[in-house]
């Protein structure tokens, strides 16, 4: 045995199979025959529902996590970090996996061409966008609670004369007769305006209910300026633009206050969207909200949040114009779901080709766009800081077949930790693999199925346990499951699968199918008790109904079930015919 170390890397074992998380996350939370909800980090859960309705098949998921506070976040990701643009809801969960391991779905309606939110947004305590009239918005205050309320928009300014103006928009090209406030979160340049621009710095960030002071650096009319990075730039057009001009003299003060309402005073976090499905517990039918007939009507895909009585997040998304796969759900029936899940507040997200749901960066859904993922604005994401462990392959058998022979053994740090990584084996002993002072960083181990002596190591279920305490006290647990079973092996397939032939070590149920590649069943070739010592079952290249199945790439599945558990292998069968 030998354990070599790296900067952010460990490698243990004499041999090393190395599965990539997409194949990993695939596997544990699309597989047909995976339990239900699948624990996707410690205390989150992510469950996929098919379901029959008389209007047809609904495919639905459900995301359950903690109440916000410690190691968990409720936090909406921006596209590429900028108000302007647009990115995929697992682009923006990849972008930001270097500080927290994150689940989640998509946020608030935007601008098709800009990609700027309709509507209220606010990240860490700051406004980044303002609220949208006679909408409601979903904010996160710093004990864990869901606000929903419509949070109306009286952002002002005033420079030389103290009496107050409007700002009635931010991070967003003004409208005629109007002012806008753009800050660094906009971008770098703010966009070509006939009117007139000025230039504010340094400018504290736009937090609520304060004021906020800058000193005018420049007067510019009809041109584009740069948006300082400790700065920010009022801009206005038509008769606003004159009044800017008079007030704003370089080199005295000017000052911003953005009020949002005295319910909404420790709130954090927020995006908007709607319309408000669930308050006070009881499902609403019609919040007599400012959107659209499409937005609020029919069936469609859709996306929402909740929050149960005991703080917990709920998040359910429902893939949607895809008649053969899910034909949608309509904001009434999204409501009562919240309601069936525990969600005393609810309320509804971005719908339609934007319904994502993502894990890792990994989306999980069947957007409905042709293209499939659709960029959107943001992302509204439960946020994870404490130790992650990906699933490690369900079964380890190490018998020299060339499948399963080492576990990956594998975790990721976002913060610097101290860390006990552990192998637990069936009768309860430990074996610590790693351990010690660890930066952030994805930490890499595998497991050849021996012992500490080199012997072959005992059958059963083991755990894959971390632990960590990060460098702020928080610590942290995440323990996978996996089994040692070196019960089947050696897998052979002829062409066209005419015969399928494995080995049993032990008496053991087996099923032998032949499958789509998305797990559903064409005809199932072998099914019993079968005793140890070779197996093999045979195919005539028929479906169940008697029909030959159509040249394509299919899988061939087999599963055993034996005093150790269960054991699977899986083969690619490509029909040629």
């Known amino acids: 045995m030998r354990v070599v170390a790296g900067s952010a890397t460990v490698k243990w074992g004499l041999m090393s199979r190395k599965l990539p998380i997409a194949v990993l996350v695939a596997f544990i939370v699309a597989s047909p025959a995976a339990a239900r909800p699948v624990q996707v980090m410690p205390g989150v859960t992510y469950d996929r529902i098919l379901r029959w309705t008389p209007a047809g098949p609904v ?36 972008d930001a996996a270097a500080q927290m391991t994150t689940i989640g779905v998509n946020g608030d ?27 409601a918005a979903v904010g996160v205050d710093t004990t864990g609670i869901l606000h929903v309320d419509r949070v109306p928009w009286y952002g002002r300014w005033h420079g030389a004369d103290p009496t107050w103006q409007p700002i009635s928009q931010m991070n967003e090209p003004p409208r005629a007769n109007a002012t806008a406030l753009f800050t660094p979160v906009w971008g770098t340049k703010t966009p070509a305006t006939h009117g007139t621009m000025v230039v504010l710095g340094p400018f504290p960030p736009a937090t609520p209910r304060l004021d906020l002071t800058g000193v005018v650096q420049s007067v510019v009319t009809d041109s584009t300026v740069d948006v300082p990075p400790d700065g920010a730039v009022l801009v206005a057009r038509g008769a606003a633009a004159q009044t800017l001009h008079d007030q704003a003299i370089v080199g005295t003060p000017l000052t911003v206050r953005i009020p949002l309402i005295d319910a909404w005073a420790s709130v954090t976090d927020a995006v908007s969207s709607g319309p408000t499905l669930v308050k006070n517990g009881r499902p609403i039918f019609n919040a007599g909200e400012a959107l659209t007939s499409a937005q609020l009507r029919g069936r469609n895909p859709r996306t929402a ?68 993922e659709r960029p959107v604005g943001e992302a509204l994401v439960i946020g994870y800081t404490g130790v992650y462990v990906p699933a490690p392959a369900a079964n380890l058998s190490p018998n020299a077949d060339g499948v399963g022979d080492s576990e990956s053994l594998d ?32 930490y890499h181990l595998t497991w050849d199925g021996t012992d500490a002596t080199g012997a072959p190591a005992a059958e059963g279920t083991y755990h894959w346990n971390v632990s ?46 032949i499958e789509t590649g998305s797990g559903g069943i064409l005809r199932t070739v072998a099914r019993g008790f079968r005793p140890a010592g070779a197996v093999t079952a045979r195919w005539n290249g028929r479906d169940g109904r008697g029909k030959r199945v159509r040249r394509g790439a299919y899988v061939v599945h087999v599963s055993v079930t034996s005093s150790i558990g269960l054991s699977q292998l899986r083969a690619p069968l490509l029909i040629r015919r």
């Open 59 to 94: 495919a639905m998921y459900v995301i359950t996590a903690p109440k916000p506070g410690g190691l968990y976040s409720l936090t909406p990701l921006l596209s590429n970090g900028t108000i302007v643009g647009r990115e995929t809801v697992s682009s923006m969960e990849r």
């Open 468 to 513: 960590a305490t990060d460098d702020l006290g928080r610590a942290s647990t995440h323990d996978r499951r996996f089994s040692l079973d070196r019960t089947v092996g050696f897998l052979r397939i002829s062409p066209g699968a005419r015969q399928v032939a494995f080995t049993l070590t032990r008496d053991a149920s087996v099923r032998v199918t």
């Open 305 to 372: 949040i909740g929050q149960r009585a005991d703080g917990g997040i709920v998040m359910v998304a429902v893939d949607g114009r895809q008649r053969g796969w899910s034909i949608g759900i309509t904001n009434w029936d999204l409501a009562l779901t919240l309601v069936r899940y525990g969600c005393v507040t609810g309320f509804a997200l971005d719908s339609g080709g934007s319904t994502t749901v993502a894990f890792d960066g990994h989306v999980l859904n069947r957007p409905s766009d042709r293209q499939g």
């Open 411 to 442: 975790y990721r740090l976002v913060r610097p930790s101290t860390v006990s990584a552990k192998l637990i084996a069936p009768d309860g002993s430990v074996r610590e693999l790693d351990s010690g002072q660890k930066p952030a960083g994805r």
């Open 109 to 135: 309606f935007f601008s098709w061409t800009g990609g700027w939110p309709s509507g209220l947004l606010m990240r860490g305590g700051v406004v980044e966008h303002q609220s949208a009239l006679g909408r």
